[in-house]
């Protein structure tokens, strides 16, 4: 059986879900505010007639006609990245300052890492985290290649996340004991990505929905703990199973100080709201503020994108 | 590990980030540039206005790294990655890198080789080209083009007898034409 069938109940219109799911998924691109401008670079496309579309929600996210943009000059100069458009949402919603210490638990190979560093204004500390060496080489070359300045690559588990590297508990000036915003763009059954990998569910299991599920808890749990009160923690991931989504968060409101806030997705970004029941469970009904987006919503992949506020 | 020297000055650690001293007064490790010559550096080579770099911090991971972190950090330090690698010191003629030079050397007045459209598209390939017209100094230049309204950096040249070499690395060139 397709395991998205699972999600029939879910949805408002199960024949244009599906329908979009069997789509390929058009190429995006991001421009790059640390290298250029959302005019130079789609005046730099339009000189190399490049077609392409802005998003309906964003100048700088841009549809592009047919090729990749590997082989294009802004492209050369690091002024765009591709990057799928649903997956620009997270960044949007942590809404890092300039300055500020933010955390990428999850981020090889760095798409939305990079994106953060850009809307840092490429200033502060941006901490880019992952489990997995040969992963974080590619955000390293992404952030390379994008001129990123501002970004700390560590190879942690996240899970027990240290920062006695950054002399936590220490008197020394530049120690970091907090983080002011965290992003868990967690790994996941990738459901959601069927469009871009046709095979993605291949090796799709209950049990690994829930083995993936409690590394999510934990992942998430560590975030809240190490940010400081009044700091945000995001959510995201490329799945539609609740397990993976609304009762991680339900978990995760129980055991740690934080609560779910509001966040509005972009004009012109269709979402629906976060499920509070669910195969039997009820859950926490504020996990109602996240955001569920179906493919069929704005011609993406599938996301889940939440928002949470840390409250001691 | 120099005994026979009976130096007893610490020795660069290549596997941790290190803070680079401010100025010579303040240096401890043996060979490790300070931030003054970096700065110092970039301006006398290319150009670049010493405030490009107020923002930043210098560190040196592996031997004669130099990396540019746009904020500061508990020094030393033992992470994978640190900001942007900048250049390659420790050795006669400091070599800037590719990103480095797309990043900030829009700002250059100084050997910066400026390639018209077929120049260009050879040097993004990664092909060595014929030169003659060049008269700035010879070694590593900026080499750039026209790009929307601009100068845009493509990469570091190395500029060695009518012939400008192009180092960009094989996982960036790329065929444009
Ligand atoms: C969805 S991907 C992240 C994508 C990335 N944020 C981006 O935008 O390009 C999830 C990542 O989590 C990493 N990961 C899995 N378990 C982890 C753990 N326990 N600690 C840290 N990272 C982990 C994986 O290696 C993978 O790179």
Redesign the interface.
Known sequence: MNPLERYAPLVDDEEAFFEACDRPLPSVVRVNG???TVE?AR??LD?GDVGYEATDWHPGILKLDERGP????P????WLHGQEEVSALPALALDPQP?EVIWDACAAPGSKTTQLADLMD????LIGNDNNLGR?SAL??N???L?????????QDARNYSLK???ED?D?P???DAFDRALVDAPCSCEGTIRKNPDALDRWTMNHVHSVAGIQKGILRRAVQATREGGTVVYSTCTFAPEENEAVLDHVLGEEDCQMVEWDAPDGFETALGVTEWDGDEYDPSVELAHRVYPHHNDTGGFFCAKLEVTA | MSDDTGDQRPENDGQRFDRLPATSDERVVAGRPTREEVVGWWEQRYGLPPETWDGHTFWEKGNGKIWAFAADLVSPNPVEGLGLRILRARQEHWKPSTNAVQRFCGAASKNVVLLDEDEAETFARGDDQELERWEGDWGYVVAAHEFEGAVEPIGVGLYLHGELRSTVPKGRQEDLS
């Open positions: 640390i290298k250029t130079r005046s730099a000189a590997g082989t294009t000059w492209y050369f100069h690091g300055g490429d200033t502060g500390t974080l390293r070359h952030a390379e290649r001129g990123v300045s501002n970004l700390v690559v560590t190879n590297p950054f002399g220490t020394d530049e120690a970091i």
